[in-house]
């Protein structure tokens, strides 16, 4: 008897910022990036191959904070064409119609006009999250897997908004929680450590977003050569599809 294999997409989400009102972030933002799983193994070869070309590493494990000082494993990128040249790359791989994104960014200072608490912050950023999510696997007519790296204190958030779509689905969009237990699958929380790809590509793209949504507000800065390239990729992504950027409240 054959049996037919089940498809999946899966989602991965990384954070910037905090939502904490005394973390100087002035934006709490999530990437989202979903991929179907079977593309997995090749773009970790694509990532891996790059890594090991640039920076010596058989793995590609990206650590913001560490990457943009230049520190370990990253200061090879201190010679500025290397430089240029592995983000060229880097950049040519995350621009692929097999990679969906999906960017959530709460602004501070109108949330807490709104009265909302840091955990408001981040639930309703991860609900709008899950709900892109169920949008596309239910038109691509597949499963889904969602993967998160978070600050442990934010899983719980994560779990709440997991939970109450599986006990009473949705309005918007249209799910049942039975129909959504069905759909979503399986919800994992990785640490620091962990290598899937995805999420790698959401830790690359986090402040990115957040820088969007300063200049879209008016604020003036001095962008350099690397953040413009990743800004020119997000704004791609956004004009290409609609659904891609939801700014809150």
């Known amino acids: ?12 989400i990384d954070e910037s910022g905090k939502a904490s009102y ?9 990437v989202g990036v979903v991929i179907d799983e079977d593309y997995k193994t090749r773009l970790t070869n694509k ?12 793995e590609f494990a990206i650590h913001y904070s560490e990457l943009i000082r230049k520190r370990g494993v990253y ?33 501070k200072e109108k949330a807490k006009e709104r009265s909302w608490i840091s955990k408001t912050i981040v639930e309703r950023a991860y609900a709008e999250m899950v709900k892109g999510f169920i949008k596309i696997v239910k038109k691509e007519k ?9 600050d442990p204190s934010q899983d719980a958030c994560l779990i709440r908004v997991h939970n109450s779509f599986q006990s009473v689905g949705s309005k918007q969009p249209s ?28 830790d690359l793209l986090g402040y990115t977003v957040r820088l ?8 003036k800065t001095e962008l350099t050569a690397t953040e413009s390239k990743k800004l020119r990729l997000v704004e791609r992504v ?7 950027y939801i700014t809150l409240p």
């Open 175 to 202: 799910i049942t929680g039975g129909k959504y237990r069905k759909l979503i699958t399986s919800l994992s929380l990785v640490n620091k450590n962990n290598l899937d790809p995805e999420i790698q590509i959401a």
């Open 238 to 244: 956004i004009q290409a599809d609609k659904d891609s």
């Open 75 to 107: 200061s090879a990128l201190r010679d500025n064409n290397k430089e240029i040249q592995f983000w060229i790359e880097i950049l040519n791989i995350l621009n692929n119609p097999k990679i969906i994104y999906r960017f959530i960014v709460i602004d």
């Open 212 to 219: 969007k949504h300063r200049l879209d507000k008016g604020a």
């Open 142 to 150: 597949m499963l889904g897997k969602i993967c998160t790296e978070s």
């Open 22 to 30: 005394n973390h100087q972030s002035k934006e709490f933002a999530l």
């Open 47 to 58: 990532l891996a191959k790059v890594s090991k070309k640039y920076l010596g590493a058989d």
């Open 1 to 12: 008897m054959n049996i037919k294999k089940k498809k999946y997409k899966l989602l991965s």
